[in-house]
């Protein structure tokens, strides 16, 4: 790690958003300054700086020193070679989904620490039995819900599963290091990987060089499963349980699935004629095979949580009945 990645982890407290972004745009000039050179970095900050400006001050209403500074912004540009203008599109591509990154890490910081989320079950269950709802009334109308929600791959999905994850890793990385019992060398420690992250990412090729299929479309799709959907739905869904029982005596039905999900990837034959019927049988024999998988995982998980090593047949005939209604 260099002296500039030290000062900068000693640098921030952390503190707000402001600190997230500016951690990671200096890591990112940091490793700019490696991979591309300092005239480059310099010249990266000159246009940000001009375009910030001239954003600034339309939006302040003064007009015509904008227009002069995009004007400047125009010429800076057309001076490049092909080569820069790529290096640069690529350093503001990398910057605009690293400060994404921060503010979404923003977003949920601030949501954790609120005390009480005034759209929250709890509070939406209590202003309907305040409103004159009983609570048996309430208790049949949430378990009578249904919303289905359907997937859908699209070919221009443009991050590659491969970034997504190195966005994912930066992301836990930023969790991390909210715990309040990291030692500066722990801090220090997760600099480094930062650093390790942003350099790996400016180093992979962002384009697919080939056109994807549908099936490559599916696993992208199947990726947000894999990633979000299958920890959020539980999770939110566990939610409902305890205010529904706070509220109504009773948690929500183990047969109960106000969540279900459908899916168009592999079978969307709008016209697309590289869906055939060889690719729908493909895409379903992959979206088993990673059902299959997450279920694996999940029963892995609990054999090390509940260090069963036995179990009653009627438990293991249930079990498996369920994962294969699943399937």
Not at 43 to 66: H, M, Y
Not at 215 to 224: F, K, V, Y
């Amino acid at each position: 790690m260099t002296d500039t990645t030290d000062d900068i982890a000693e640098e921030i407290s952390f503190q707000g958003f402001d600190d997230y972004c500016k951690l990671l745009k200096n890591l990112l000039n940091d490793v700019l300054q490696r991979e591309v050179g300092t005239d480059f970095v310099e010249k990266l900050e000159r246009n940000r700086t001009l375009a910030q400006s001239a954003c600034n001050l339309r939006l302040a209403g003064i007009e015509d020193t904008a227009e002069l500074l995009e004007k400047q912004l125009a010429s800076e540009i057309s001076k490049m070679t092909l080569e820069e203008a790529l290096t640069l599109a690529r350093a503001f591509s990398h910057y605009l989904n690293l400060m994404g990154i921060a503010e979404t890490h923003h977003r949920v910081r601030k949501t954790r620490d609120l005390a009480h989320l005034s759209k929250s079950c709890d509070v939406v269950f209590n202003q309907l039995l305040q409103g004159g709802t009983s609570a048996d009334e309430l208790y049949d109308s949430v378990c009578k819900q249904e919303v289905e929600i359907v997937l859908t791959a699209h070919p221009t999905q443009i991050n590659r599963r491969t970034l997504q994850y190195k966005h994912v890793r930066i992301a836990h990385l930023l969790d991390y290091n909210d715990r309040p019992d990291l030692t500066q060398e722990d801090r220090e420690m997760l600099i480094e990987d930062l650093v390790r992250e942003i350099t790996s990412i400016w180093q992979t090729d962002e384009l697919r060089r080939h056109k994807p299929t549908p099936a490559d479309e599916a696993r992208s799709g199947l990726h947000i499963v894999e990633q979000s959907l299958w920890k959020a739905v539980p999770h939110y869904l566990r939610r409902v349980s305890t205010a529904l029982k706070k509220h109504t005596g009773k948690p929500l039905p183990l047969t109960c699935t106000p969540i279900k999900f459908g899916s168009w990837m592999g079978g969307d034959r709008d016209g697309n004629p590289n869906v055939t019927a060889k690719v729908t049988r493909d895409v379903s024999l992959l979206s088993r095979w990673m059902a299959i998988d997450l279920y694996i995982r999940e029963v892995d998980s609990l054999r090390f949580e509940l260090s069963m090593s036995r179990c009653s047949d009627k438990l293991s005939r249930d079990f498996c009945r369920k994962i294969i209604k699943h399937l």
